[in-house]
């Protein structure tokens, strides 16, 4: 004897097999991501050379760049600008975010608290005056810069609701202890990366309040700081070369970026 199947089964059987399988990860739609890039020279790339735009010195080198051309996103707006501080960003950046924003990095807060005054006094002038303008900036950092991060926290969370945003901190530009030839004296490096210390502690305590990821730059960069056989921040402008960029900046933001 052979047993049949009711027609009733057969044709809902041959539905089913007709509907496609999807998955949560299958909507092109739902793994689509719109990709900003906002802040000062740490993110357009300074000194890391192959400028796509001079006067902000954005680099096809800089991590937001070069995290672009490996995850391919549905679209990528370079905005950071060197020398941008504060209200550059909320001025002349924030226009690049929008309701369909789902990802965004910023760096800033080092132009804001005197970061290129402070460098050429420890560079050139006498340890005292180094730490003066480090505790100038540090009185900055302390008092003044957590409310202008919540402000432009808020600002950037008002213009991108749905983003992601990881906020990327600066690196410890200096090795401690021992010789530099031609660099900073011991004291003045260690100062500087005691200054570098209070600033990320500033925005990362900001950035965790605002719902933010923190991503340290200052592991990333570990043993390739300036006075190191291997160095990855130029000692001339002192800022990330390119392979800083590709070897610690990049890693440190995609470990950062969800999913990742």
Same mark, same amino acid.
């Given at each position: 004897? %052979?047993?049949?199947? /009711? +027609?009733?089964?057969?044709?809902?059987? #041959?539905?089913?097999a007709?509907?496609?399988?999807?998955?949560a990860?299958?909507?092109?739609?739902?793994?689509?991501?719109?990709?900003? +890039?906002?802040?000062?020279?740490?993110?357009?790339? $300074?000194? @890391?050379?192959?400028?796509?735009?001079i006067?902000? $010195?954005?680099?096809?080198?800089? *991590?937001?760049? #070069?995290w672009?051309?490996?995850?391919?996103?549905?679209?990528?707006?370079?905005?950071?600008?060197?020398?941008?501080?504060? /209200?550059?960003?909320?001025?002349?950046? #924030?226009?690049?975010?929008? @309701?369909? $924003?789902?990802?965004?990095?910023?760096?800033?807060?080092?132009?804001?608290?005197?970061?290129?005054?402070?460098?050429?006094?420890?560079? *050139?002038?006498?340890?005292?005056?180094?730490?003066?303008?480090? +505790?100038?900036?540090?009185?900055?950092?302390?008092?003044?810069?957590?409310?202008? #991060?919540?402000?432009?926290?808020? +600002?950037?969370?008002?213009?991108?609701?749905?983003?992601?945003?990881v906020?990327?901190? %600066?690196?410890?530009?200096?090795?401690?202890?021992?010789?530099?030839?031609?660099g900073?004296?011991?004291?003045k490096?260690?100062?500087?990366n005691?200054?570098?210390?209070?600033?990320?502690?500033?925005?990362?305590?900001?950035?965790?309040?605002?719902?933010? $990821?923190?991503?340290?730059?200052?592991?990333a960069?570990?043993?390739?700081?300036?006075?190191?056989?291997?160095?990855?921040?130029?000692?001339?402008?002192?800022?990330p070369?390119?392979?800083g960029?590709?070897?610690?900046?990049?890693?440190?933001?995609?470990?950062?970026?969800?999913?990742?």
């Open positions: 004897m %052979y047993l049949t199947r /009711p +027609a009733g089964a057969v044709v809902l059987a #041959l539905a089913l007709s509907v496609p399988v999807t998955t990860n299958a909507s092109p739609e739902a793994a689509e991501v719109n990709y900003v +890039a906002l802040g000062d020279s740490y993110a357009s790339g $300074t000194g @890391a050379g192959s400028y796509s735009d006067a902000c $010195t954005r680099s096809r080198n800089a *991590y937001p760049a #070069l672009a051309d490996a995850n391919d996103p549905a679209s990528f707006a370079f905005a950071a600008c060197g020398g941008a501080k504060i /209200p550059d960003v909320l001025d002349d950046q #924030l226009g690049e975010l929008d @309701a369909d $924003t789902t990802l965004v990095s910023l760096s800033i807060g080092g132009n804001d608290s005197g970061f290129a005054s402070t460098m050429l006094s420890c560079q *050139y002038s006498t340890q005292s005056a180094c730490e003066r303008a480090l +505790a100038t900036a540090g009185e900055y950092v302390v008092n003044e810069l957590p409310g202008e #991060l919540d402000s432009l926290y808020a +600002a950037v969370r008002a213009a991108a609701p749905g983003a992601e945003v906020v990327v901190g %600066y690196p410890h530009l200096y090795k401690e202890g021992g010789l530099c030839l031609g900073l004296s011991s004291a490096r260690s100062a500087v005691a200054g570098s210390d209070l600033l990320n502690e500033t925005i990362a305590g900001r950035a965790e309040a605002a719902g933010f $990821t923190f991503a340290d730059g200052r592991p960069f570990a043993g390739h700081e300036i006075c190191t056989s291997d160095a990855w921040i130029s000692s001339t402008n002192v800022h070369t390119a392979e960029h590709a070897s610690a900046y990049l890693p440190a933001f995609g470990a950062a970026v969800s999913g990742s």
